[in-house]
């Protein structure tokens, strides 16, 4: 027995729900073509290409369902239950952040700087999804990465990533920062050629706190301390004990924060020290090389 039509156009649909998440959403198409993907389970294209595809009553109903919870402020990634990050279909829970397109820019930095013959030892420090652990995983199977978190929760999540994008190269290790690294190597002494990070750099007391989808997300994974640079400070301070001999740390900081982590990266002794914008022109990623 098939289901009746709902007589409701992909194109309709769309173009409605739109109009009803404007208010609430700056992607609110974006976000109305998501959710309608993962109703019909098809890629956006299929929207592009069938934009007079009838939906069933069925799929019209769970559309509606999904689009209230939209409504009320859930991200749109917690609905669906996963994100697209780089190259990845990623499993996203309200156990971690939610990957956003600046972290792409960092990834997009350190695949530049990482030689295509490489065979580096790369550690993500607070790999959340184990977004940026995985898209440099994937693109450099050669390379040995480790990813941490604090979060056995996060952890769990890293690894079922992992697994659905086919990803082997990569440990995880749950760990607060560095404190916990060297029990997992005994008596080695590890070097990394590089450590990447996008770690909690919100003020723990600034308003975006309450807005958008930030309200569905860990405070862990968000603030660090009165000026948002607590944990940028620790992971500068202790990644010269981990880097190899001209070993890079990229680190992803807020938008009004570049001149603060750049300076703190000189004081401790990082030399061709930079910044770098996202793609919206904001600075998002700086970098320092350790002699």
Known sequence: MT??????QVSQLIDDATKQLNTISDSARLDSELLLCH???KDRSFLRAWPEYELSQQQHD????????RKQGQPVAHIIGERGFWSLNLNVTADTLIPR????????????????DANWNILDLGTGTGAIALSLAKEHPDCHVIATDQSKAALSIAKENAI??????????QSNWFSDLSNEFENETKKFEMIVTNPPYIKENDPHLQQGDVRFEPLSALTSGADGLDDIRTII????DYL????????EHGYDQANEVCELLKAANFTQVADFNDDNGNPRVAIGYYK
């Not at 190899?244 to 680190?251: D, M, S, Y």
């Open 3 to 8: 289901s009746r039509s709902s007589h409701i």
């Open 164 to 173: 659905k994008n086919q990803v082997s190269n990569i440990r995880f290790i």
């Open 62 to 69: 769970a559309f509606l369902q999904l689009l209230k919870l």
């Open 101 to 116: 397109p600046d972290t792409e820019r960092l990834v997009e930095l350190a695949l530049e700087i990482i030689p295509s």
């Open 237 to 240: 301070k202790s990644s010269k």
């Open 244 to 251: 190899a001999k001209n070993g890079v740390l990229l680190i």
């Open 39 to 41: 109703v019909l389970k």
